[in-house]
């Protein structure tokens, strides 16, 4: 049956969901039922396409990326595939109807990262639209179910939310970005002289994004706002903790937020804005 392998295929999403980012699983737990299957499904399929880029140093990157991006075309056009990652991803697409430029420029992103390793203004808001603010127009296809008004009233908003997920990530892992892989996402910005200085205005930057964010996610409906509440909520809360510690330690530490500290997250999302 159909709707059995769909089902393994969506349980195959949930769990890579589950072992690569507590937060987001908590934050999907957040949001009505039925979207839980959608941004599993969306999910899956970046979280695949970033881990080739980022972590399978012993095989041909460029090759791998290639055939999935293929494979991932080729899954929403026919509707099906064997591989479950994408056969959910592809469900979720042709669901919500979901544009393939958005999918276009994600991998465009990913492209970059594996012979780009320095931006400069023009490249780095080409990267940041296309590995983290098309995930957030993904997710906000899903949301407003087919709702065309309040998508274009809220995608400035959601594309915001995404910038300041990926902005966070970048001053979380530069250690690994940087010194692992000599990844400087920042323009203008060298990280051996990494001054409290430069720290202040990139982080003032990330702040609007916050800002923009949140008076989208007031606007969605109560089916999915609790959920990206969280995750704002969580974003927020280790940009605080980042805020909070020295350049420098930044560069040698990954700062994280403590489970009990995600927990109470939950609670107050869970109590509304």
């Known amino acids: 049956m159909i709707s059995l392998f769909t089902k393994t295929a969506f349980d195959a999403s949930r769990n890579i969901t589950k072992l690569y980012s507590t937060s987001f699983t908590l934050g999907i737990r957040t949001l009505d039922k039925k ?12 979280r695949y396409a970033d881990e080739i880029v980022d972590t399978f ?3 041909d990157k460029k090759a791998l990326l290639d055939k999935f991006k293929l494979d991932t075309f080729q899954a929403i056009k026919d509707g099906i595939s064997l ?3 994408l056969h959910a991803y592809q469900h979720t697409v042709n669901k919500y109807g979901i544009d393939n430029s958005l999918t276009e420029a994600f991998f465009h992103s990913m492209e970059m990262d594996l012979n780009k390793t320095i931006h400069d203004e023009a490249s780095y808001n080409e990267y940041i639209y296309g590995s983290a603010e098309v995930v957030g127009l993904m997710c906000l296809r899903v949301f407003t179910e ?3 008004t309040l998508y274009e009233n809220t995608q400035l908003h959601a594309r ?3 910038a300041a997920f990926q902005k ?3 001053l979380r892992d530069i250690q690994s970005d940087f010194a692992e892989r000599g990844r400087v996402y920042f323009p203008d910005v060298d990280f051996t002289v990494f001054t409290p200085a430069i720290k202040s205005q990139i982080e003032a930057d990330i702040q609007k994004d916050f800002d923009n964010a949140l008076i989208g996610i007031k606007m969605l409906p109560n089916s999915s706002k609790r959920g990206v509440y969280l995750a704002y ?3 927020l809360k280790l940009f605080k903790r980042i805020k909070n510690t020295e350049a420098k330690k930044i560069q040698t530490a ?5 489970d009990y500290q995600k927990a109470g997250l939950m609670l107050h999302a869970m109590m509304g804005l």
């Open 35 to 46: 979207f839980h299957d959608a941004i599993y499904g969306i999910y899956g399929m970046v």
């Open 57 to 59: 140093h012993d095989y």
């Open 83 to 85: 591989n479950p990652v």
């Open 146 to 148: 087919g709702d065309k």
């Open 160 to 162: 915001a939310l995404g």
């Open 168 to 170: 966070v990530n970048f």
């Open 233 to 235: 909520r969580f974003y």
């Open 254 to 258: 990954r700062i994280r937020v403590p």
